[in-house]
């Protein structure tokens, strides 16, 4: 597998009151798929991955098999938690539901104090997946766990035998290229910071996995485009925009924002769980008033969306 596109990584959906609402995951399917978005990355940060019970990760796996069929989108499925069972668990249900990849970030409380250690634990969790494409999570800022993902790479190729790659969600430009030339450039590494995929982009990256590619999939689109053809100034132009957009969205709490936002675009994916804020209604209107403004009915989507 090479993720050389742009993946979407999905919000969970609740109902008002917190509970899981999987019956919302067919329109969440239907709407991307209408967006030109073709892979999806489940239960990850962007899912409140750490929020979610056991049953109601492996309740996520079991709707998204049926909604990605019916819409035909690729699954990666997030597997990664702080307890290794669980994780080789979710590895394990990710392979009988058909999905097309796994990833799996490190421990945050008790953490890999080295590379070995790392991919030890990797390689248990992929080792319950042997079918599936392994992508490691390297996401440092959320889980304090900062080891060089090249010697990570070199140490994990003759551990993991379906190691595919790693989800870079790290702002190194420096680390991400020395990942990529790892053991001869044979893995991919999808980037994972949506601020700055221009930058990867010119260091080599040929796709992302990123929040913004749910309610803003024409404008990354187009801005990759850009990349690809070497429109420099096109591609710079686009990811302002972007950034703007993602101040916006991030003043009153990004991920509960986006996922209010997503309503307005008639999806509604309910709130962000505590210990995350969500935006008032003022600040919802307030907020979809700021990005009118800013053109979004122009660069967001493909086909135009009435608010609600």
Not at 102 to 125: D, G, M, N, R, T
Not at 135 to 156: C, G, N, R, S, W
Not at 170 to 189: H, I, M, Q, S
């Amino acid at each position: 597998m090479k993720l050389h596109t742009l993946v979407s990584a999905t919000h969970t959906p609740f109902h008002a009151d917190g509970s899981l609402a999987p019956e919302k995951i067919d329109a969440q399917a239907a709407f991307l798929a209408q967006q030109g978005i073709t892979h999806v990355f489940i239960t990850g940060s962007t899912g409140e991955a750490h929020s979610l019970t056991r049953d109601e990760r492996l309740e996520m796996f079991r709707t998204w098999e049926k909604a990605a069929a019916d819409h035909k989108l690729y699954v990666i499925a997030h597997c990664g938690t702080n307890c290794l069972e669980d994780a080789k668990i979710y590895a394990k249900a990710a392979q009988e539901h058909g999905f097309s990849g796994v990833s799996a970030l490190a421990p945050s409380y008790f953490k890999p104090s080295s590379v070995e250690s790392l991919v030890e634990w990797c390689a248990a969790i992929a080792a319950c997946c042997p079918h599936l494409p392994f992508y490691y999570y390297d996401i440092p800022a959320l889980t304090q766990v900062h080891l060089p993902m090249d010697k990570f790479l070199e140490a994990a190729d003759a551990v993991i035998p379906n190691l595919a790659g790693i989800k870079f969600t790290n702002t190194d430009l420096t680390a991400y290229l020395k990942a990529r030339r790892a053991c001869g450039g044979k893995f991919d590494l999808p980037w994972g910071v949506d601020e700055m995929i221009v930058s990867a982009f010119a260091t080599g990256a040929r796709g992302g996995v990123g929040s913004t590619y749910n309610f803003a999939p024409k404008l990354n689109q187009s801005l990759v485009a850009a990349c690809l053809r070497k429109d420099e100034e096109e591609a710079h132009r686009l990811q302002a925009i972007s950034i703007r957009m993602i101040d916006t969205i991030a003043a009153t709490g990004y991920l509960g924002t986006a996922k209010a936002l997503m309503k307005k675009l008639g999806v509604d994916v309910g709130p962000a769980r505590l210990p995350l804020s969500n935006p008032t209604a003022s600040q919802v209107e307030a907020l979809w008033q700021s990005l009118q403004q800013q053109g979004f009915d122009d660069w967001a989507l493909h086909t135009s969306v009435s608010s609600s």
